[in-house]
């Protein structure tokens, strides 16, 4: 008997953890029609602050974006947008797999404005990251680094190609474009 429990104890402590947060994935498709804003932008200002509602003071993040290039829904030059947790003083707020913002980080964003924790469509998925590659060719990835080789590919679990490159943010923004025209007219 003794053995018994000790190999369920030992499978349980070696078990892979699961994902704390979960979200079901979304399309490229998903991305266009859900969002009330697109943009390409670089984070300008990440700033946590307390904030008080009826059940009590919560912390939220407050990010701003330099909007280099409005897709849909907004003509601003800053779009600001909100998450909840962050750290204001010794008090900390957080919830799994939030993402989590630096001043400089380019980012291509699918968006709701709606009030939410996380206002990314698809929780992390419609919130991409431009890297610039060896040649200077700013490229799309995951918020993982995974290449996004066509927007298509988005939400399919298309992991583990690394040979794979990543679409050029130009072309990128050009199937959006697309896209928007295509799917809200």
Same mark, same amino acid.
């Given at each position: 008997? *003794?053995?018994?429990?000790?190999?369920?104890?030992?499978?349980?402590?070696?078990?892979?953890?699961? !994902?704390?947060? $979960?979200?079901?994935?979304?399309? *490229?498709?998903?991305?266009?029609?859900?969002?009330?804003?697109?943009?390409?932008?670089?984070?300008?200002?990440?700033?946590?602050?307390?904030?008080? $509602?009826?059940? =009590?003071?919560?912390?939220?993040? !407050?990010?701003?974006?330099?909007?280099?290039?409005?897709?849909?829904? $907004?003509?601003?030059?800053?779009?600001?947008?909100?998450? +909840? =947790? @962050?750290? %204001? =003083?010794?008090? @900390?707020?957080?919830?799994?797999?939030?993402?989590? +913002?630096?001043? @400089?980080?380019?980012?291509?964003? +699918?968006?709701? #404005?709606?009030?939410?924790?996380?206002?990314?469509? @698809?929780?992390?998925?419609?919130?991409?990251?431009?890297? !610039?590659?060896?040649?200077? %060719?700013?490229?799309?990835?995951?918020?993982?680094?995974?290449?996004?080789?066509?927007?298509?590919?988005?939400?399919?679990?298309?992991? =583990? #190609?690394?040979?794979? $490159?990543?679409?050029?943010?130009?072309? +990128?923004?050009?199937?959006?474009?697309?896209? %928007?025209?295509?799917?809200?007219?």
């Amino acid at each position: 008997m *003794f053995r018994l429990f000790a190999a369920i104890a030992l499978a349980l402590c070696t078990s892979v953890p699961a !994902r704390a947060t $979960t979200y079901p994935p979304v399309t *490229f498709t998903d991305l266009v029609t859900q969002a009330d804003i697109i943009f390409i932008g670089e984070v300008m200002d990440v700033r946590p602050l307390a904030v008080n $509602t009826a059940d =009590g003071p919560v912390i939220k993040t !407050r990010v701003v974006f330099r909007v280099h290039d409005p897709l849909f829904g $907004t003509t601003a030059a800053l779009e600001v947008l909100e998450f +909840f =947790g @962050g750290e %204001v =003083g010794d008090v @900390g707020m957080a919830i799994a797999e939030m993402p989590r +913002f630096a001043i @400089g980080d380019r980012r291509v964003v +699918f968006a709701r #404005r709606d009030r939410s924790i996380n206002p990314i469509v @698809g929780f992390t998925q419609g919130l991409l990251r431009v890297t !610039r590659d060896a040649a200077g %060719v700013d490229r799309v990835v995951t918020l993982e680094g995974l290449p996004v080789d066509q927007p298509e590919s988005i939400g399919l679990g298309r992991t =583990g #190609r690394t040979a794979v $490159t990543a679409m050029r943010l130009l072309d +990128f923004r050009d199937r959006v474009r697309r896209a %928007v025209e295509g799917i809200r007219r």
